[in-house]
């Protein structure tokens, strides 16, 4: 999915949860994303986000898939247009 993913591509961002507790967010970033969502990483600690040769693992991308599917539901012409590889994709896989 990502072929390159270095720690200068990642942000942090500080949410809080119900409780009013900070919990941080990593998100990678890039112009290959539908959306900031979609480069959500789900670790703890951004260490964790690479393998042990160094290598972004990049199954930790859960909504990889999820948010190209709802751009596709959502604004088909934008998802067509701008990312045509995805668009394709996601038509193969409902007809």
């Known amino acids: ?15 809080y949860d119900s409780g009013g507790n900070p919990v941080d967010i990593f998100i990678l970033t890039g112009e290959q994303f539908v959306s900031e969502y979609q480069g959500r990483i789900y670790v703890d600690n ?14 930790l991308l859960w909504e990889f898939v999820s948010e190209v599917f709802r751009e596709y ?13 995805f668009y394709e994709l996601i038509k193969e896989a409902v007809e």
């Open 73 to 85: 539901i959502q604004n088909p012409d934008r998802l067509e247009k701008e990312f045509p590889k």
């Open 1 to 15: 999915m990502v072929a390159f993913a270095s720690l200068q591509d990642i942000v942090c961002k500080t949410y």
């Open 46 to 59: 951004i260490f964790y986000a690479y393998g042990p040769a160094g290598v972004f693992q990049d199954e």
